[in-house]
């Protein structure tokens, strides 16, 4: 099988349906705008000075969390995407008909979020462009290659999370802990919103078993103090380290899920 | 291409806790077809559907054999091979049109676009559906409309094994016999099952009808 047609199958069949609901479409983007705004101003009540726990950044309040939910934005549609996509789909009805075609497992993981990947890649553009010129944030000092990696070995890992996250829709339809602890905590304590500087030693404890701390704190430096892969060794094994854990773990165990749901014969129920 | 099935078992388990028993909705299930079609008929609850999701591996059995091609059939294997029409026809993308949908799942099975798009041209006025419906969106069609994309989806993709669950339902007339000439002419390369609780329709699509009954199928020739 073509995976690359099979991919595009799924963007285009995505892109339809997103398409035919039109105004959801435009109030997405602005959506994006509307919670930049609010660090924007939030930012601007506390000014300019830099508080303790950003000093090793470099930078100032609004430029952390403007750097922050930009990556956290895409790299999070990976932990976010897979079990949503699979969960219309037993909605739908359709799940049960894909999965009657010869379409493998990985090529199914592949093309399920591949939209949702492109479209947070708009996203992303639209962040760099209201950065550039409507909050004019100075990201001269950045290191971009250090910043590039930083940014696909998070996405791998956060895309594993997301397929993890998929086997408990696959198996029990409602009822995610998985998404649960990602969508409540990822984002409080993985130090997107603040420095988990902030945050007390015992929840610090907590955040570096997640890899969203290393992700975030990498970025952050590489964008702002223009960090090389020798000074962000450390955060750039642990999600190397992640990687190689949750990715094959992942696949293997969405594997497992659907051909339990082909022997319970629960592939069609929602 | 010759299938055979021996002794084949499906059971669903019930719920986590609660509280019920498993269905045995495939009770030992014996059936050999060859090259051509072959009706299956039961009623209500007999395992109709569950023996063609089986053999179309979107189901794992749970005992038995599968042979297709004098080979052991995995649900993997089946799944390249086999072609299955759902009884339910609203397996789709509502927000979508019928042409994108069969140009969707065309390509899940290997097909082009182009080629996707072609066998689509082709099958729908055998079928008694104008172009300009394969242009509307899926959630707008008629119920018989929508079992009238459901059987180009399965036919389009030209399989070895052609599953055909209650294609007749929701058909007009002219649908019903261009479907039966489409059915006759995929058993000439093709082994199709179909199964439909009009007697008249199963006999007039196919020479040889097995019965199931309580999970079970009786060995060997017609009944």
Known sequence: MNAA????????????????????????????????????????????????????????????????????????????????????EQTQGTLEATLSTPLGVPALLLSMSAWNFLFATFELLVYALAGAFIFKL????????????????????????????????????????????????????????????????????????????????????????????????????????FDLLLIPASVWLFGRAVRRARRAGTLGEY | MRLEVKGLVKEFPAPLFSGGTPLRALDGADLEADTGVTGVGGANGSGKTTLFKTLAGVLEKDAGTILAGGAAASAERLRQLAAYCPANPRSFYFRLTAGENLRFFGALAGLSPAEAEARAAKLAPRLGL????????????????????????????????????????????????????????????STVLVTSHSRELLAAAAARTLRIGQGRMPPGGPQ
């Open chain 1, 5 to 88: 047609g099979v991919i595009a199958a799924f963007v285009r069949r995505d892109f339809l349906a997103e398409k035919s609901y039109r105004l959801s479409f435009a109030l997405g983007a602005l959506a994006t705008l509307a919670n930049l705004a609010v660090f924007y101003f939030i930012g601007k009540l506390f000014g300019g000075g830099l508080a303790p726990q950003l000093e090793p950044f470099g930078t100032g309040y609004f430029a952390y969390v403007f750097t922050a939910m930009a990556f956290f934005g895409y790299i999070g549609t990976g932990a976010g995407s897979y079990a949503g996509r699979l969960r219309l």
């Open chain 1, 138 to 241: 100075d990201l001269g000092a950045a290191n971009w290659w250090s910043a590039g990696l930083v940014f696909l070995l998070s996405a791998g890992c956060f895309a594993a999370l997301g397929i993890l996250s998929s086997c408990f829709v696959m198996l029990f339809k409602r009822g995610n802990p998985l998404a649960w602890i990602l969508n409540n905590f990822e984002g409080l304590l993985g130090g997107v919103y603040f420095p988990v500087a902030v945050l007390p030693g015992w929840l610090i404890a907590v955040s570096n078993l997640l890899p969203v701390t290393y992700a975030v704190r990498a970025f952050q430096l590489a964008v702002h103090k223009g960090a090389g892969p020798a000074m962000i060794k450390g955060d750039l094994l642990a999600l190397a380290a």
């Open chain 2, 130 to 189: 104008a172009a300009v419906d394969l242009g509307r969106r899926f959630d707008r069609l008629s119920e018989g409309t929508m079992q009238k994309v459901s059987l180009i989806r399965a036919l389009s993709r030209r399989a070895p094994l052609l599953l055909l669950d209650e294609p007749f339902r929701g058909l007009d007339g002219i649908a019903c016999r261009g479907l039966l000439e489409l059915i006759a002419e995929a058993g000439k390369t």
